[in-house]
């Protein structure tokens, strides 16, 4: 007989216009690591908040049946009382408490009613080492780089003596030595009894670390594969997810190169005004129109510190010495809107926090970064942004039931596109992309990849800045690689391979 730890039988959960779970069923085996895929808009984080009792108990249809009990959670603190953890993908850490406080947030050890701090920090230092992290307890948590609050949130999750460890999209944030590291640990924290349930959109580590792995499409669960009874693979993953074969992620795109140069960045150092470090020295690139540019490199390489240096992110980046080139003519941005007007956008690498306002819908975030083209003697005209909003909408397949929409109740793909549709609406002769493809689905990924070639063929040229290096070598017609705040390195597509992009992202003596 199975043992199974976790049952949720017939689980159906409807947002106003939308139903999220259509009968759902999701067992899970006691001691098991079991990967949660979808697309997004799926339905794979509204199951897990219905688990953790984020979503209480009246506002579902259908049963949990946790150790052979039913449950019925109205409080994410009922569902951890019995054991349950989920750590979500924005991670819930307060930069300003050090990281023992963070630790036992919410359950703090007492001793007649005040808080023990000699035994917090002594049980801290003991959770962080389970994880593998051997830092102060006493720092600050704003201290800490992203792959270690990662692994603070784990030993939060231990520290409530968690058997049923849920983690939304745990290494979309982070770069791949971290993602391995993260992902041993898993390991280990299942040998120590400990089950868990992993969302993630990428596929790679799903194939290489579950042993059980359900796949929802539209709301339903759709196929549940096991590792021990047949050969997983990414493409069968994808063919559930999808509904469809897809052999290659990467469409195909004929060159839209041209000889003309649209953009160059000349000798262009910064440092950092906060902290006084030099982040970028003597960067040279060009792009030509039509162009794709990936950029590569480790996390820190200072891909991102060019991107927001170049368009005019100027209090937060001081530039020493550079010029920039725009259609030959000299250019200097002073400020994000200054870029943007003379022709630049840049699309940020955290869409939720700086990309866009979630509280406003569709037609809102599309439009407000070029509000002079609905505009007509400083009035904006509404029916003319509800069209526009409208056409981009249909024409780069945003999924929703109109563009009233609000943003925070859409896939995070959606919400990717609607960056994107902000930024065609601005209508750039640059695109600076960074991150573009960051924490969704493969389906998703393909429609974007589909609207950059759209982009360049209609003479647009475009910066990409990615962590993954399938995806700089399958979408790039060159690339460049940083390190420490150098490019070292320059490949054309024909002879881009991820041994050569580590090695000069590595900045190694030679190629093995």
Not at 161 to 172: F, G
Request: glycine share 8%; hydrophobic share 40%; aromatic share 6%.
């Amino acid at each position: 007989m199975n043992d199974y730890i976790l049952e949720m039988h017939g689980i159906s959960k409807s947002f106003p216009g939308v139903k999220a779970l259509i009968d759902v069923n999701f067992s899970v085996k006691r001691g098991e690591i079991h990967c949660l895929v979808g697309e997004n808009g799926a339905g794979k984080t509204t199951l897990m908040k219905v688990l953790s009792g984020i979503h209480p108990y009246g506002s579902y249809e259908g049963d949990i049946v946790l150790n052979g009990q039913i449950m019925k959670f109205n409080t994410i603190r009922e569902s951890e009382n019995t054991g349950i953890a989920i750590i979500n993908q924005e991670l819930a850490l307060i930069p300003d408490l050090t990281v023992a406080e963070n630790i036992f947030f919410g359950h703090e050890i007492m001793k007649r009613g005040l808080v023990d701090w000699n035994e917090t920090y002594k049980q801290a230092d003991i959770y962080l080492k389970k994880v593998g992290l051997n830092i102060n307890p006493r720092s600050l948590m704003r201290d800490h780089r992203v792959g270690t609050q990662q692994l603070v949130e784990i030993a939060k999750a231990l520290s409530k003596n968690a058997k049923l460890m849920i983690l939304d999209e745990p290494t979309s944030s982070l770069n791949e030595e971290d993602s391995a590291n993260l992902l041993r640990l898993l390991k280990e924290l299942q040998k120590q009894g400990v089950t868990i349930i992993m969302i993630s959109h990428r596929l790679k580590e799903v194939v290489s670390i579950a042993e059980t792995i359900t796949i929802l499409r539209d709301g339903a669960t759709v196929y549940t594969m096991r590792a021990d009874e047949e050969e997983i693979t990414e493409n069968k993953i994808i063919k559930y997810m999808v509904g469809r074969e897809m052999d290659n992620i990467y469409p195909h795109r004929e060159s839209c190169v041209t000889d003309e140069v649209l953009f160059e960045v000349k000798d262009w150092c910064a440092y950092n005004a906060k902290s006084g470090q030099t982040v970028l020295k003597n960067i040279n690139l060009k792009v030509h129109k039509g162009e794709i540019i990936g950029m590569a490199g480790l996390m820190g390489a200072g891909r991102t510190e060019l991107a927001l240096s170049i368009f005019g992110n100027t209090p937060e980046y001081k530039i020493t010495t550079g010029e920039l080139y725009l259609e030959g003519n000299r250019v200097r941005f002073s400020s994000p809107k200054d870029a943007i007007k003379k022709g630049v956008a840049y699309a940020t690498e955290d869409r939720k926090k700086n990309g866009l306002i979630l509280i406003q819908d569709i037609k809102f975030n599309t439009s407000f970064a070029n509000l002079d083209r609905i505009r007509n003697r400083g009035v904006i005209n509404r029916n003319e942004e509800v069209v526009q909003a409208n056409k981009l909408k249909e024409s780069i397949n945003i999924k929703a039931p109109s563009v009233q929409q609000i943003l925070r109740n859409l896939s995070g793909g959606n919400q990717q596109k609607v960056v994107l549709a902000k930024w065609i609406f601005a209508t750039p002769k640059l695109m600076i992309l960074d991150e573009p493809t960051r924490g969704i689905d493969v389906g998703a990924k393909f429609e974007i990849y589909t609207l950059m070639n759209e982009m360049v063929k209609q003479g647009m040229s475009i910066i990409m800045i990615s962590s993954e290096l399938l995806e700089v070598i399958g979408m790039s017609d060159r690339i460049y690689v940083m390190h420490e705040g150098k490019i070292t390195g320059e490949l054309s597509k024909s002879e881009a391979t991820e041994q050569k992009i580590m090695h000069f992202a590595t900045n190694t003596e030679e190629l093995s």
